[in-house]
């Protein structure tokens, strides 16, 4: 029996993408590194991403509020790949591709998204603030179209 925990990121890109984890998994701790540079600098300065972040266990050591990014971000993209199905297109793909005009704004400014994983980060009650009642219904089935293309 070993008592080393296993990565909760890793494991999250394990199941969304059992094939190739690797960049799903790359990608969720990129962005909760640089979310969390974003909050509090000092946590992230003179960090190796490739030895401490992907290789080592860097969120544990983080104080819990801090841990709390990783885990809301974690479970943002595990619910957002079950709903709309997982391509890897999705880390590069811009968000004009799905996203009508009318949220490309608030999403980019609000949410700093830039491509259509970045939507995972954003809960799904705030599509419809963004594009009204029946927008987000359209936009996941939108999403699930560029899935099935692109897989």
Known sequence: ???????PIRTAAMLVSPDS?????????????????????A???????DEQVMH?????????????????RTEGVLAF??????????????????V?????????ERYHARTLHDLAYVHPKHFAKMLGKAGPA??????KRFAEQKV
């Open 1 to 7: 029996m070993t008592s080393e925990i296993p990565d």
């Open 21 to 41: 984890p690797e960049p799903l998994e790359r990608r969720i701790k990129n962005d909760v590194f640089n979310s969390i540079a974003r909050i509090k600098p």
């Open 43 to 49: 946590a992230t300065k003179d960090v190796d991403f």
């Open 56 to 72: 080592g266990n860097f969120f544990a050591g983080l104080p819990p509020p801090l841990q709390g990014i990783a885990i809301a």
């Open 81 to 98: 790949y079950n709903r709309v199905g997982w391509s890897s297109a999705f880390l590069e793909a811009e968000l004009n591709q799905c």
């Open 100 to 108: 009508p005009e009318e949220g490309l704004q608030p999403l980019q």
């Open 138 to 143: 359209a936009l996941w089935e939108a999403l």
